[in-house]
C-alpha cells in the first residue's frame, strides 16, 4: 500500500474536469473551514444534489467513452478508463485536504473476452462464452455426464477424449470444467437448468485443476442433446472456444479521515470496475459517485469516529479487490472496524429500494452482530421521508462478503440487477412490472442515461444519513454483541457463505426466492 501522490495528478484532474464539454463539475471547495462543526444527518443530506451526482458519472463515462476502439469502452480493472476513475477518485479526495488516501496495489488474471461456437452433428447450438476457459478447437464425440458433474465420480470413462455435456446446477461452473479435463474430457458444455440461454464465468483457476474449453448453451438446446446421446444416437460436437485473458495491475482507493477515534471505524465501500462490455454508470459507478459526494461533503465537519471510504477494484471478477483489503488487515485492524457499508447500483432504471436484509427476517440469512441494527437505520430513514422500502438478500454475493466472513457487522443498500421487477414492486416503487430492474446490467447500454436520478439522490441522501450517523456515534449497534465479537481472519470464514466470487459470478440455478428477491444474481455457480 503506498500513499497518493497528488503533485502532478492535480493537473490531470484540471484536465479531466475540463477536457470533456459535458462535465462541467470540478470539484467544489468546502463551504466552511474543514471540520468547522460536528457532522450532522441533516446538514449532510442537505449538502447533497443531483447535479453533483451527473456530473461525477459523467466523467465516469468519459474515461469509459474516450477510448478509440469501442471494445475497450468500459471500465474493465486495470484499463485505461479504470485507471482514469482512479485517479479521478483518489485526486478529488486527496484535495479536500481532509482524508489520508491511499492506493493499495494488487494483480490478477482478467478475462478481456472472446467468443465461442458448438455445432452438434453439424447444426449450430448457439453456444456462449465462460471467461476464464482455455481456448481450444475440438471434434469429438458429445458424452453426457451423471447428476450435475460437481464429484468426479459424475465423469463416466467414456467421457476421456469427449466432449462433456454437463446440466446447470449446484456447484460452479469452474469446477464442472475442471472436473471434466480430469477425467480427460477435451471439452465441455454446460447447458441451463431453467429456460433461456447461460453464460457466465468459471472463475480464476482454482487447486482442482486446469479448465478446458468451455460453452454454455439453452436449456432447450441441452435437454435435445441429452434425449439424443440417452437413446443411444451418436452426436459428434465441434466447440471453438477463443478466450482472451490477460496478467493486469490495479489499484483499491483507501480515504480515511485525518479526524476521529480509528479503533471505532466505519468503512464504507463501492466498486470502482465495471465488466468488459460496457461503462457501468449504474454498476457501480453510482455507488461510487454517491459514497464520494459523500466523502467530499464530510469534509467541511468533524467526526467523532474513523470514517474510512474504500474504493474496490475486480470486483466483477470475483470481488477480488475487497477480499485483497479484507486479508491484508491484521486482527487488530479488523477490531478496529465496527460496521462496513456496501452500495452496488443504486440508481437502477426501473428500480426498487432495497436494504440488505441484516437480521435475515426476509431470506434467511442473517448478517454478524450489528448488522440487523444497520438495516433498521436504512429503514427508519426511508420511513422518515416517506419512502417504501423492502429487503434484499444478504447474500455475500458483492463487496460486503469479504466483510461478513470475518464476522464485520455490515449493511447496505441496492436497486436491483437483471431480476425481474413484480406487480407488487411496481405498487410500492412505480416502474414497469415484469421488465428487468437494470435492462442494461453488464451491457454497452449502462452509461449515463440508464440511471435514475430519482433513486440516485434517495440512496445518495441514505448513505449521507447513515455516514453522519455512524461518524458521530455506534451506539445504535448491537455494543454487546460487538464487544463479544472476535475477529480471526481465516478462522471465521463462515459456511453460510460461498466461496468469493463475483456477483457475475452466481447462478446456480437460483431463481426468485419471494417477490423481493433482488441480488445480483451472476453467473459462476451450475
Known amino acids: 500500500m503506498r500513499t497518493f501522490q497528488y503533485g502532478a495528478a492535480l493537473g490531470v484532474l484540471a484536465t479531466l474536469a475540463s477536457c470533456s464539454p459535458k462535465n462541467p463539475y470540478i470539484w467544489r471547495p468546502a463551504r466552511r473551514q474543514y471540520g468547522a462543526q460536528p457532522v450532522d444527518s441533516e446538514t449532510l443530506r442537505a449538502a447533497i444534489d443531483s447535479d453533483a451526482l451527473l456530473a461525477h458519472a459523467r466523467m465516469l463515462e468519459d474515461f469509459a467513452y474516450r477510448q478509440p476502439d469501442p ?29 489520508d488516501v491511499e492506493l493499495q496495489p494488487w494483480s490478477t488474471l482478467v ?14 447450438q448457439n453456444a456462449s462464452l465462460f471467461s476464464y476457459s482455455a ?93 439424443l446421446v440417452s437413446a443411444g444416437t451418436e452426436v459428434t460436437g465441434a466447440l471453438d472456444v477463443v478466450s482472451e485473458i490477460e496478467f493486469r495491475s490495479t489499484n483499491n482507493v483507501l480515504a480515511q479521515t485525518k479526524g476521529g477515534n480509528p479503533n471505532a471505524t466505519l ?49 466483477e471478477e470475483g470481488l477480488l479487490g475487497s477480499t485483497f483489503y ?30 440488505y436484509d441484516g437480521d435475515g427476517s426476509s431470506f434467511n440469512i442473517s448478517g454478524p452482530p450489528g448488522s440487523a441494527e444497520a438495516e433498521r437505520l436504512f429503514e427508519e430513514f426511508f420511513d422518515s421521508i416517506g419512502q417504501n422500502h423492502t429487503a434484499t438478500e444478504f447474500s455475500g454475493r458483492s463487496d460486503y462478503g469479504p466483510f461478513l466472513d ?17 406487480e407488487e414492486e411496481e405498487a410500492l416503487f412505480g416502474g414497469e412490472a415484469g421488465v428487468a430492474y437494470d435492462i442494461n446490467y453488464h451491457g454497452a ?49 463462515r459456511s453460510l457463505h460461498a466461496p468469493r466470487c463475483s456477483p457475475s459470478c452466481f447462478g446456480g440455478g437460483m431463481q426468485r426466492r419471494d417477490r423481493f428477491r433482488s441480488t445480483k444474481l451472476g453467473v459462476m455457480y451450475g
Request: net charge negative; aromatic share 8%; with cysteine.
Open 71 to 99: 471494445a475497450d469502452r468500459n471500465r474493465l480493472m486495470g484499463g485505461a478508463g479504470h485507471n482514469l476513475t482512479v485517479e479521478y477518485v483518489a485526486g478529488l479526495l486527496n484535495a479536500t485536504g481532509y482524508y
Open 111 to 124: 478475462p478481456l473476452g472472446g467468443n465461442a461456437s458448438f455445432f452438434a452433428n453439424g447444426v449450430s
Open 135 to 227: 481456448s481450444g478447437n475440438v471434434t469429438a464425440p458429445v458424452v453426457a455426464v451423471s447428476n450435475l458433474g460437481c464429484a468426479a465420480s459424475d465423469y463416466p470413462p467414456e467421457v476421456d477424449g469427449a466432449i462433456a455435456l454437463v446440466s446447470r446446477g449446484s456447484c460452479e461452473f469452474g469446477q464442472k470444467s475442471a472436473l471434466a479435463g480430469n477425467a480427460g474430457a477435451v471439452g465441455a458444455v454446460i447447458y441451463n437448468n431453467i429456460p433461456g440461454g447461460l453464460n457466465g464465468t468459471l472463475g480464476q483457476p482454482r487447486a482442482l485443476g486446469p479448465y478446458v474449453p468451455t460453452a454454455g448453451i439453452s436449456q432447450e438446446a441441452g435437454l435435445a442433446l441429452l434425449e
Open 267 to 315: 468503512v464504507v465501500g463501492a466498486h470502482s470496475d465495471s465488466v468488459a462490455e460496457g461503462p457501468g454508470i449504474n454498476d457501480d459507478g453510482s455507488g461510487v459517485v454517491g459514497i464520494l459526494e459523500v466523502a467530499l461533503q464530510l469534509a467541511n465537519y468533524t467526526t467523532t469516529n474513523s470514517v474510512r471510504f474504500g474504493f474496490w477494484s475486480g470486483e
Open 326 to 355: 479484507v486479508d491484508s488487515l491484521s486482527n487488530a485492524s479488523l477490531a478496529q472496524i465496527k460496521l462496513y457499508l456496501n452500495f452496488d447500483m443504486i440508481a437502477s432504471p426501473n428500480y426498487f429500494l432495497g436494504i
Open 406 to 422: 470475518v464476522n464485520i457487522a455490515s449493511g447496505g443498500l441496492f436497486t436491483g440487477a437483471e431480476g425481474i421487477k413484480t
Open 445 to 493: 447500454g449502462d452509461n449515463v442515461t440508464n440511471l435514475n436520478m430519482e433513486a440516485f439522490l434517495i440512496n445518495t441522501q441514505a448513505i449521507a444519513h447513515s455516514v453522519a450517523t455512524y461518524a458521530t456515534s455506534f451506539e445504535s449497534l448491537n455494543q454487546t454483541a460487538l464487544a463479544k465479537r472476535s475477529v480471526g481472519g481465516a478462522n471465521f470464514r
